[in-house]
């Protein structure tokens, strides 16, 4: 009897930016396209082809598949979605839309781009992780990450909207900004420290920020949680209510309720 490969299942789709083939250059007449792809797929993708990670999108808010020219090519990919699906992926493609190339200035004063919403899933990995959970069933491994990503999503609407996606990029990509580098960041890394999100590091001669390290992954739901809720509200009274935010929100609360041991932990990382 052979024995049944191991098949990974996600419940996330990727949505990249990678080289173009022949036949796409020839299409398109570009040298890269976006695609959506599963988790299988990304994990094949050639290490030696430089791509670039824009986003995770849950896989219940359908994305056809690729490739496209433009994010904004992207459609939902379900023939007659119903209206709330179709407003939560319209929230999501302009989110995406409108993070997927921020711009930042490298210490040697170079212009770089990047995409917030990885950056933001990178720097906060492992208590993002604890949003969703790795389930396996006789040969079949399930990883639950849609959870994780409407939570990104969330805290990204909110850099993005507060135009401070350029100061947590570069926070990400350099580990600090200091306070004789960029005028123009300071009021930004300041912003990101009063939701949260940064930490001001005093020393003498070499005032900077840094993003936050949180202790526990209590003290990060509870700081996250209080932002996006905040934000939920206030989206709310303008009448406005943002989908994601109420999404993540719906995430965060159902956590709590169904993993209360996640909350007792009081280590300090290494």
Request: negative net charge.
């Amino acid at each position: 009897m052979e024995s049944k490969q191991l098949e990974i299942i996600s419940d996330v789709q990727f949505v990249i930016e990678r080289p173009s083939n022949l036949e796409e250059e020839g299409m398109y007449k570009r040298r890269h396209v976006i695609d959506s792809v599963s988790l299988n797929d990304l994990q094949t993708l050639d290490s030696k082809q430089p791509y670039e990670l824009i986003a995770g999108v849950p896989k219940d808010i359908s994305i056809k598949e690729g490739p496209v020219k433009n994010i904004n090519d992207l459609t939902h990919g379900i023939k007659k979605p119903d209206e709330a699906s179709l407003a939560l992926f319209d929230e999501i493609m302009n989110l995406i839309s409108n993070t997927y190339r921020v711009q930042y200035r490298t210490q040697d004063n170079q212009e770089k781009y990047t995409s917030l919403l990885p950056a933001i899933e990178r720097a906060w990995s492992q208590d993002l992780y604890e949003y969703g959970n790795i389930e396996v069933e006789d040969n079949e491994i399930y990883v639950n990450r849609g959870g994780s990503w409407i939570v990104i999503s969330a805290l990204g609407k909110i850099i993005s909207e507060e135009k401070l996606s350029d100061a947590f990029v570069k926070l990400h990509k350099e580990g600090e900004v200091k306070w004789n580098e960029d005028s123009k960041l300071r009021p930004k890394t300041q912003s990101l420290a009063y939701r949260g999100l940064a930490t001001y590091v005093p020393e003498w001669g070499n005032i900077r920020w840094v993003l936050k390290k949180f202790s526990s992954f209590k003290e990060f739901h509870e700081t996250i949680s209080d932002l996006i809720n905040k934000y939920r509200l206030e989206y709310e009274a303008k009448g406005q209510p943002s989908l994601i935010l109420e999404a993540a929100y719906n995430v965060l609360e159902k956590t709590k309720l169904d993993y209360p041991e996640k909350f007792y932990q009081t280590n300090i990382k290494d």
